[in-house]
């Protein structure tokens, strides 16, 4: 049996609206006792909080089905570095994250100066940072994306943060968010499963796809976020199979019964759509 790490934003819902199709599939899946995990490279929520909001779009998960980038930051640093401490450019969910692993937020002396995304960033914090990380503290991102789509249009992500941190002094960030293997190995872990068990479903070519490709995962496109299909010649990796939307997967049944007869469930008809290749593309 498969499991699946799911993106969110552009793959379950978009700005306040629930993608058609999304909560039939997560029933079905529910259902079905399928293992999953909704991944998240928004560190400002904590699980219960994005667990929340998927119950006020009508998809019903518990805190256990949400994983963020904040989470595995936290356990990467506990593991580097048991009851460390950290100076924070961040919201909630990155501090809840922190310390429920051990760790401790303070403005002097950090091990490491740790960034996620925020609306509370002033000149005062990143010049405190910059002074810290100077000092020797250790730069950690947890994710690298440059912008965030909010309600009333884009604001600058994590990624763009950093790199400004990074510019001024010298020192790169290590990132744990999507595409990187740390995050997305210790989501498998969480669901007891191992890549080739496991399939990736995204909207963003450059942190879901990566990331999946990266580790061997199988990966599904979908269309209806960030990446377009004219967008995906200009990529030297490619996911395994491109679908409009998540409507697209609602016949997981069949998925499922392809996989387990050792079939490749991608090279053949998967939602009423035929693929163009062997490579999975499916007509829109």
Request: aromatic letters at 6%; one cysteine or more.
């Amino acid at each position: 049996m498969f499991g699946y790490l799911i993106d969110m934003d552009g793959v379950i819902y978009r700005g306040q609206e629930l993608i058609p199709g999304a909560d039939r599939f997560i029933r079905e899946l529910c259902e079905h006792k399928v293992p999953f995990l909704f991944l998240t490279n928004n560190s400002q929520r904590t699980r219960r909080d994005v667990a929340t909001r998927l119950e006020r779009l009508g998809i019903s998960v518990e805190e256990e089905h949400i994983f963020t980038c904040a989470m595995a930051t936290a356990r990467f640093l506990a593991r580097q570095k048991p009851n460390g401490t950290a100076f924070v450019i961040g919201e909630g969910g990155l501090l809840t994250a922190l310390h429920t692993n051990g760790y401790s937020i303070v403005d002097k002396d950090p091990d490491y100066v740790v960034v996620g995304e925020g609306r509370t960033l002033n000149f005062e914090m990143v010049e405190t940072a910059v002074g810290m990380i100077l000092a020797g503290a250790k730069l950690v991102a947890t994710n690298m994306d440059p912008n965030c789509p909010t309600q009333s249009g884009t604001r600058p992500g994590c990624g763009a943060i950093v790199a400004m941190l990074e510019a001024a002094t010298g020192v790169k960030a290590f990132s744990v968010g999507k595409p990187s293997p740390v995050m997305l190995r210790a989501a498998l872990n969480d669901l007891n499963l191992v890549a080739d068990e496991t399939i990736m479903i995204g909207d963003t070519m450059e942190t879901d796809i990566l990331g999946g490709v990266q580790l061997g995962l199988r990966t599904i496109l979908v269309l209806s976020g960030g990446t377009h299909r004219e967008d995906l010649p200009r990529y030297t990796y490619c996911p395994d199979i491109v679908v409009a939307s998540i409507n697209d997967l609602n016949h997981f049944q069949l998925v499922r019964e392809f996989a387990e007869s050792s079939t490749d469930p991608f090279s053949n008809r998967i939602g009423g759509s035929t693929t163009d290749s062997r490579v999975g593309f499916v007509s829109a």
